[in-house]
């Protein structure tokens, strides 16, 4: 009987993630069509050897798990399964387009910019990106655009018409908020949202860029790239000096704008599109983000002027102001070099940085980090237990939080928050004691490891490709649990090992 069992929830798992990985087939099509307009043979190649390789493997997951499928009941454990182990398997498809440009040293490393793809971190190793083809960098920030709203439920929701335990894959992927009554309307409406911020960032981005000196075809390349991680918090440039690149304060506005913007929960938005802007003020995440983007703003610029780096107001917020906001947001856009960072901004604004990046964005958004949520949900519990301390025992108080509905704030919702929170502290305590250990200064050490579990992509240095092999590994799952948020990687990993049990007390019967 148990055997039984366990063959369903290997087809269930398998046939949806067979359609997953058509998905990534079908993405592969646009820097295909990039490589195309500007005659890179080569890497139209690349990409159709991908191509064929992601269409073959999906079509024999589809087979593998069909037959079965019939009668099984879609049960949560399949779709939080399916959610990790797809990223998993998407992060090794993706990455052999890269690994076949030649940009990268090893295939460890291409995973490793994938992956930073897909969860929107912006950490990488790929060499000479000033020099990528048109091809690949497209590809590098189509999967950070996807990767930000949601790769698993994009395909489900477009290639599968059984929309039946899509909404447990949807909460896989760390997003749990329901805009419309049915999952795949939600998921319509965040694309809908996502595609016409996407024609409005690309059009503002793309005349500054002419402005700014740009031809228009590169103005227009780079408006097109530069919205895609700046909505999805992801961090990639088409050049290496990033943000830096453009030496224009207009197009570090826009891309504050758009980035600010993007870490913001979809529920927000689709709220403000109906008219209802109050809940901009009265959300617990907006007021979260606002004290706390204000206040390690303010620290940090107090610090670093302290220091004398910056002694007038335009330079304290393109040089601080924005850093620590594209650290806030997890968006990791930079327009200073990665070791400046670490010469010029002293232990102090690295604490600050650090901090900025650990709380992150907004839950059900392109960003990462505890989440401003998580954050005032743990605030408020703080609070109401000091009040009910400091009441009288007879009277019974009950807290509340609004968070597009009044919510009411129990025990068990800051528990859970409590618990995520934790999580992201153990894993960026051991990245911070891995790279002391490698020989990188703490202070170093602590800032990219916030950077990768809280996927943000800024850095100070340590990520390159002469770093271990280990920490690069280290990095690549913490950019994998830090952007699943956890849960869905623990029921994957209790999944596998609960099969290997059975099989091995299967054996011994």
Known sequence: ??????????SIISYYTGFIILGIAI???????????????????????????SLNLGFLFIILGRNNIKGSK?????????????????????????????????????????????TTTGLILIQDLD????????WRHVIT??????????????????????????????????????????????????????????????????????????SFF??????????????????????????????????????????????????VWQGNKKEIIKNIETQSFAITATLTSFLAAVGLYKLGIYDDAISIFRRAVYNVLSAHTTTGFANLYARQFALQWGDFAIFIMVVAMLIGGSACSTA??????????LFKGVMGEVKRLLSTERKVSVFKYHYMKENILT????????????????????????????????????????????NVGLSIGVTSVDMPNMLKIFYIIAMYVGRLEFISVFVLVGFIFGGIKNICVGDLK
Not at 77 to 90: D, E, F, M, N, Y
Not at 231 to 244: C, E, K, V
Not at 372 to 377: A, D, E, K, P, T
């Open 1 to 10: 009987m148990k055997s039984v069992r366990e063959k369903k929830d290997l």
């Open 27 to 53: 993405l592969m099509v646009i820097p295909m069509i990039t490589s195309l307009c500007f005659k890179e043979w080569n890497v139209v190649l690349d990409f159709i050897i991908s191509c064929c390789i």
């Open 74 to 118: 879609f049960e949560w454990k399949h779709g939080l399964v399916i959610a990790a182990l797809s990223w998993i398997i998407l992060t090794i498809i993706a990455a052999i387009p890269y690994r076949l440009s030649g940009n990268l040293n090893s295939f460890i490393d291409a995973c490793f910019d994938v992956m930073s793809g897909f």
């Open 131 to 138: 020099h990528v083809s048109m091809g690949l960098n497209m």
């Open 145 to 218: 655009f996807v990767g930000g709203q949601g790769m698993v439920v994009f395909a489900l929701s477009f290639l599968v018409r059984d929309t039946v335990g899509t909404y447990k894959m949807y909460v896989g992927e760390g997003k749990d908020i329901e805009l419309l009554p049915n999952i795949k309307g939600t998921v319509k409406t965040i694309w809908i949202i996502s595609f016409i911020y996407l024609i409005i960032g690309t059009f503002v981005l793309w005349i500054d860029g002419i402005y700014i000196g740009l031809n228009p075809v590169s």
């Open 222 to 271: 780079n408006g097109v790239v530069i919205y895609m991680s700046a909505w999805s918090t992801g961090g990639f440039a088409p050049m290496s000096q990033n943000i830096l690149y453009y030496h224009s304060l207009s197009y570090e506005v826009i891309s504050i704008i758009f980035f600010i913007i993007g870490s913001f929960n979809f529920g927000l938005h689709y709220a």
């Open 368 to 377: 990462g980090g505890f989440k401003g949520l998580r954050v005032g949900i």
């Open 411 to 454: 025990d068990g919702v800051v528990k859970s928050s409590a618990i995520i929170i934790m999580c992201y502290i153990v894993v960026f305590t051991i990245g911070t004691a891995l790279g002391a250990y490698y020989g990188y200064p703490l202070s170093n050490a602590a800032f990219e490891s916030a950077s990768a579990v809280g």
